[in-house]
C-alpha cells in the first residue's frame, strides 16, 4: 500500500518559516493530486493548499501568498514552502494523495494520508 512520510515541522517564530516535505512510498504519484491539510487543537482538519500532476495550484485563502505548494515526481515529493508564518498557522500538517489528476479541496476525497508533522508558531 501507499505510504506518506511527512518531515520539516517544528518551532518557529511569527514571520519566520519552514519547509515541509512529504516523500510517498508504495507507488509512484506522478499523475494524482496532492495536497496538505492541517488540523488545530480543537478544530477539524481543513484544507491548505493541493497540487495536482501537471502543477496546477490551488491555495487556502488564509494561506494564499505566504505558502507555496510544490512537487518533485522524480523523488515521489511533495513540499510546502510556508513563509511569514503566523501563530494561527500552528497545526498539525497532513500530506495526503488522491488516486486523481482532478484537484479537490476535500479531504474525504483523498485516498492515503501521512501521520502528520507538528507545526508550530509564536507570537
Known amino acids: 500500500q501507499a505510504q506518506l512520510v511527512e518531515s520539516g515541522g517544528g518551532l518557529v517564530q511569527a514571520g519566520g518559516s519552514l519547509r515541509l516535505s512529504c516523500t510517498g512510498s508504495?507507488?509512484?504519484?506522478?499523475?494524482?493530486?496532492m495536497g496538505w491539510f492541517r488540523q488545530a487543537p480543537g478544530k477539524e482538519r481543513e484544507f491548505v493548499a493541493a497540487?495536482?500532476?501537471?502543477?496546477?495550484?490551488y491555495y487556502a485563502g488564509s494561506v494564499k501568498g505566504r505558502f507555496t505548494i510544490s512537487r518533485l515526481n522524480a523523488k515521489n515529493t511533495l513540499y510546502l514552502q510556508m513563509n511569514n508564518l503566523k501563530p494561527e498557522d500552528t497545526a498539525v500538517y497532513y500530506c495526503?494523495?488522491?488516486?486523481?489528476?482532478?484537484?479537490?479541496?476535500?479531504?474525504?476525497?483523498?485516498?492515503?494520508w501521512g501521520q502528520g508533522t507538528q507545526v508550530t508558531v509564536s507570537s
Open positions: 508504495g507507488r509512484t504519484f506522478n499523475r494524482d493530486t
Open positions: 495526503a494523495v488522491k488516486s486523481s489528476m482532478v484537484l479537490t479541496t476535500r479531504s474525504s476525497e483523498y485516498d492515503n
Open positions: 497540487i495536482n500532476y501537471n502543477g496546477y495550484t
